[in-house]
């Protein structure tokens, strides 16, 4: 069950009018390139959408200041950029330790369910996925960060091994661990909120 | 930017399919996200580094697009005052900047009113539409290189209002029930109207549906950005507002159930007659309430003999509910009050109040088939003729019916035999059986067995041998809702009526239902505790804990005492000598004790609310509706496990129905009950087991 896993705006209405030339010119590019991927990122790791803008924000206000000291010889700028989101979600997560909500609610995931035509199956999908998050938050930082730049930045496990300085080898595994940890938690989680099914 | 390593080749299939799932997740980007960060990009690479980069695009437009949303909505509120529509009003637009430039205020093109749009055939008295205030002058921009961003201005406005007026749900108008919605809109280059987001809810869900759905509709003139057209997002409030000559007389519209002020409890939290207050001052619902229940007294007594009567065997109140009052011998009071009533309505003096009184007065003396005939007979005759009976009286008489039944309904849901056949295949060394019964189905004796010898066996001997009966429990189900809707048409917020049809969607899973009807429920009944309490158990279906919490804990607010302690009460979870222990306490040393068991048990302690307290509240609101109480075995497991998985219920010929709950693992639970009582008692099995859980793991 694969679908397509390019940026999906709602409908076709275009992007808005944008000029050009305004950003550093490698900077604009790395904007137009991995966006996407940031905020994907981010978005499999927070709550709600606009959380997701939010700290996506962040990461690119971060980038800009930080620019001029990036060393393409320490990473690439898709590895850069990503270690910044990593950052940025982790304040964000302190942030909301201290006054607010980790847990993700259905009603806030509707832009995670694309291209399901009819309610019923919405519906179900919806609670699929909330389960699933919610699951993954339960599950330690480091399964965390390997979730989600698989399936939330979809990186192949080659780009996550540069990103995170370790074997291709060792990405499997620990992809491999934090599936079966995360199933187990989704299994679990099954079992307690046997209430009202 | 699918990966192409064979990572995904290689997981197990169990472990595959999580993958796939994960996989499969959409991400749905505000299409105008992207440049307007890049906006903001560009800004802070021009201006410096921004002063709290933590704000985002969205925080830094939305106090924008509120402000300006305030001062437009101001400037422009349309009115579209009826006699006899209710008032829709598109309230003008809300224009943030085009996504790539700096927000402007856009400049005041003109005031967009509709004051021709007013509909010709209007009747006189119509005040027409105005202006609420003279347009504020706008600021100059600061920045003179600036682009001018020119707002989007809706060309249809009239047919737009048409369409939400005649979209507007008139069960809702006709309670009162209105509101705001905040829509936004993408409106491309041609002012086409393209995708569409309730920013901002009513909090009427139905309202927030219409308004989304007829938001297509609207045409507009496109943005402009230096003279060119331009696709842009807009956000707009939508007001619903219910014309007062449609509001029934009876349906006072009231407030947001969690701001309602606080009622006397002990008069809430009664069912079957839930107010009854007579003195002034009285919040709204209440005193409408206590005239209801004044006018049926009153009708109720045009069949009495004569005043004495009443005071023999008085009050009113309780001749009305059937119940013998406190020091009266009940069947001698039963006995003088039926006759009394059976000589009126043979007199023909009977009334719609009598035919109830007498109805319920029968039900006690276990005559259904002659306490469902009264029913029947009262609500012909206030059908028959008008004024015959209040609302109140007509929607008990629908609502004594909806219960009869129901009880019928839950007699014969489910229910059926296992074929003993389906034993064939099953191994179970420990429930040696010899031979085959006659009637070719398996005793309700030996499933018991089986379920509690050979748990595994179960499910499958279920699967491949439950045949259910042929009763009629889907035609007793439909004039069971027919019941209890019609008793909400005679009166809106009839707390049994209500109560019992939305447990009927939660039975059938159907959440959003429960939710949107205990929201009406709500309204209707001026805040009623089992409002609150369905509200919570919805949302808490529907995953949203924090509000869950906020209306169970407005509910406790709103019951006696002893009841929202029965309700938080923990005991059930304990071990029998901690259970004890705990029960010796005060109240408000149980109070501090359940505080401290609940964080201690707190999964997720970095949200604001506690989701084991929650799913107890849950579980306990759920049973004490179901149930009625939770004194009993159904209620008391229901409570320690939650609702099970699914439910078998066995007949044996005899009247008497064993239930066997499935929770997953290990032997389902099993149950007695005797159609079409809904009392349900543990078997003597059951007890055993459920005793046994408590000393082997945890509850929950």
Not at chain 2, 144 to 159: D, I, K, S, T, Y
């Amino acid at each position: 069950m694969r679908i397509e896993r390019e940026a999906a705006p709602r409908g076709t209405e275009p992007r808005p009018l944008r000029r050009e030339g305004e950003l550093p010119g490698d900077f604009e590019a790395w904007y137009e390139e991995y966006q996407s991927a940031v905020y994907r990122y981010v978005r499999f790791r927070v709550a709600t959408r606009e959380a997701a803008e939010d700290v996506t924000s962040v990461v690119f206000m971060k980038a800009l200041r930080s620019f001029d000291r990036y060393d393409a010889r320490r990473a690439s700028p898709k590895t850069w950029l990503l270690r910044i989101a990593r950052n940025a979600v982790t304040d964000h997560m302190r942030s909301l330790k201290r006054r607010g909500s980790l847990h993700v609610s259905l009603d806030r995931i509707p832009d995670l369910v694309a291209d399901v035509p009819s309610h019923e199956e919405r519906v179900i999908r919806q609670e699929r996925i909330q389960r699933l998050l919610n699951g993954a938050r339960t599950l330690r930082k480091a399964d965390q960060e390997v979730l989600s730049l698989r399936y939330g930045s979809g990186l192949a496990n080659p780009e996550i091994a540069e990103h995170l300085g370790i074997s291709n080898n060792a990405v499997a595994v620990r992809l491999h661990r934090a599936l079966k940890r995360l199933r187990a938690s989704v299994g679990r989680d099954a079992t307690e909120t046997i209430d009202d099914r | 930017m699918k990966s192409t390593d064979s990572f995904e080749e290689q997981l197990p299939d169990e472990l595959r399919a999580l993958h796939d799932e994960l996989a499969s997740i959409g991400y749905e980007e505000r299409p105008s996200f992207a440049p307007e960060l890049r906006t903001e990009l560009v800004r802070a690479r021009a201006t410096g580094p921004a002063p709290d980069v933590r704000l985002g695009v969205r925080r830094i437009l939305r106090p924008r697009l509120a402000a300006a949303a305030v001062a437009v909505g101001l400037l422009c509120a349309v009115a579209v005052p009826s006699a006899r529509a209710a008032l829709v009003a598109v309230l003008d637009v809300i224009v943030p900047p085009a996504p790539a430039d700096p927000v402007l205020p856009a400049p005041p093109r003109e005031v967009p009113v509709a004051v021709e749009s007013a509909p010709s055939s209007a009747p006189p008295t119509i005040e027409p539409p105005r202006v609420l205030e003279e347009p504020a002058p706008v600021a100059a921009p600061t920045v003179v290189a600036e682009p001018v961003v020119v707002a989007p201005e809706m060309l249809n406005r009239l047919e737009a209002q048409r369409a939400l007026r005649a979209a507007y749900p008139m069960h809702l108008q006709r309670r009162g029930v209105g509101g705001t919605v905040w829509l936004q809109v993408w409106v491309d280059e041609s002012g086409a109207t393209g995708a569409v987001e309730v920013s901002r809810p009513s909090g009427v869900s139905e309202l927030d549906r219409v308004a989304a759905r007829v938001a297509p509709r609207f045409r507009f003139i496109p943005a402009l950005q230096d003279g060119r057209p331009t696709g842009t997002w807009i956000e707009f409030p939508v007001l619903f507002e219910p014309d007062p000559d449609r509001i029934e007389r009876t349906l006072e519209p009231v407030g947001d159930p969690l701001s309602l002020p606080t009622l006397d409890a002990s008069l809430m939290w009664q069912r079957t007659v839930p107010f009854d207050v007579t003195a002034p001052g009285r919040p709204d619902a209440v005193a409408r309430v206590a005239r209801a229940r004044a006018e049926a007294v009153e009708q109720l007594a045009r069949a009495l003999p004569d005043a004495d009567f009443v005071a023999a065997y008085g009050p009113a109140e309780a001749i009305l509910a059937g119940e013998a009052p406190e020091g009266a011998p009940p069947t001698e009071w039963r006995a003088a009050v039926g006759a009394a009533f059976s000589d009126a309505i043979e007199a023909g003096v009977g009334t719609p109040a009598s035919m109830l009184a007498l109805g319920r007065i029968r039900m006690r003396q276990g005559l259904r088939a002659e306490a469902r005939s009264l029913f029947e007979r009262g609500l012909q005759r206030a059908i028959a003729e008008r004024g015959a009976a209040t609302p109140w009286v007509l929607a008990e008489l629908h609502a004594e019916r909806g219960d009869l039944l129901r009880a019928r309904w839950l007699g014969a849901d489910g229910v059926g035999r296992v074929r003993s056949e389906a034993f064939a295949d099953s191994e179970c060394t420990a429930a040696r059986t010899s031979g085959r019964a006659a009637s070719g189905y398996a005793s309700v004796d030996r499933l018991v067995a089986w379920n509690y010898l050979c748990p595994m066996a179960m499910g499958g001997i279920f699967a491949a041998g439950f045949v259910e009966t042929a009763a009629g429990s889907a035609g007793d189900l439909a004039l069971m809702m027919a019941s209890y809707r019609a008793a909400l048409e005679a009166y809106p917020g009839h707390p049994r009526a209500s109560t019992m049809l939305l447990l009927t969607f939660a039975a059938k899973g159907r959440w959003d239902d429960v939710l949107a009807g205990a929201r009406s429920y709500a309204h209707a009944s001026g805040g009623h505790p089992d409002a609150l309490l369905l509200a919570g158990l919805a949302l808490h279906r529907l995953g949203r804990s924090e509000e869950a919490a906020q209306r169970f804990e407005a509910a406790l607010t709103r019951m006696p005492e002893e009841e929202a302690d029965r309700l938080e009460d923990v005991a059930v979870l304990l071990e029998p000598a901690d259970a004890g222990l705990y029960r010796s306490l005060s109240l408000a040393e149980r109070r501090a004790w359940q505080a401290s068991y609940w964080a201690a048990r707190d999964r997720t302690p970095s949200t604001a609310v506690n989701e084991r307290w929650v799913e107890h509240m849950a579980r306990t609101s759920h049973a004490q509706l179901r149930f009625g109480d939770l004194f009993g075995d159904a209620a008391e497991v229901w409570v320690r496990f939650g609702r099970p998985n699914h439910v078998h219920v066995v007949v044996d010929g005899t009247g008497r129905l064993t239930e066997f709950w499935d929770y997953g693992s290990g032997p389902d639970i099993t149950f007695v009950r005797w159609a079409p009582a809904s009392r349900t008692d543990l078997t003597a099995e059951g007890r055993a087991y459920v005793d046994d859980l408590g000393s082997i793991f945890p509850p929950q």
